[in-house]
């Protein structure tokens, strides 16, 4: 399959797969996908007035405020494995809010897993133009 750069925002599929141990796994300390997601959620907190966590696991999900469900959204990359998810608590009580509140993450996940998708692509090119 030829490396191409994705620039399209396909609606994720309902069942994914988490992902295992890997460079693309949120655990992996890897600086670049570390800064694409801080990235996407100073663009929340700062463009959006967004109160958003990234979690890794669900595990990891913070406490809910005031008693508010978590609104929460994988980061899905193009191969179905999750990246991790961004969480947010709305304490709106108007559901046109929490619905907005709901595009945003959804579109922040998005562009946040296309950013990580990209960001291996690039990596593979650059390991195969060495050993090239």
Do not use: K
């Not at 100073?42 to 967004?50: A, E, F």
């Not at 929490?98 to 922040?108: G, H, I």
């Amino acid at each position: 399959m030829p490396a191409t750069l994705i620039n399209d925002f396909p609606e994720p599929a309902e069942a994914r797969r988490p992902a295992p141990a890997s460079p693309a796994a949120a655990g992996d300390h890897n600086p670049d996908a570390q800064e694409v997601v801080a990235l996407v959620l100073q663009m929340l907190r700062d463009r959006m007035g967004m109160d958003v966590e990234f979690v890794s696991r669900m595990g990891d999900l913070p406490p809910a405020a005031a008693g508010a469900p978590p609104l929460s959204i994988p980061i899905v990359l193009r191969d179905g494995r999750v990246h991790g998810m961004l969480c947010c608590y709305s304490l709106s009580s108007s559901q046109a809010v929490v619905e907005r509140d709901l595009r945003s993450l959804r579109y922040s996940a998005r562009l946040a897993a296309r950013l990580l998708d990209n960001l291996q692509i690039l990596r593979d090119l650059a390991r195969r133009s060495i050993h090239h």
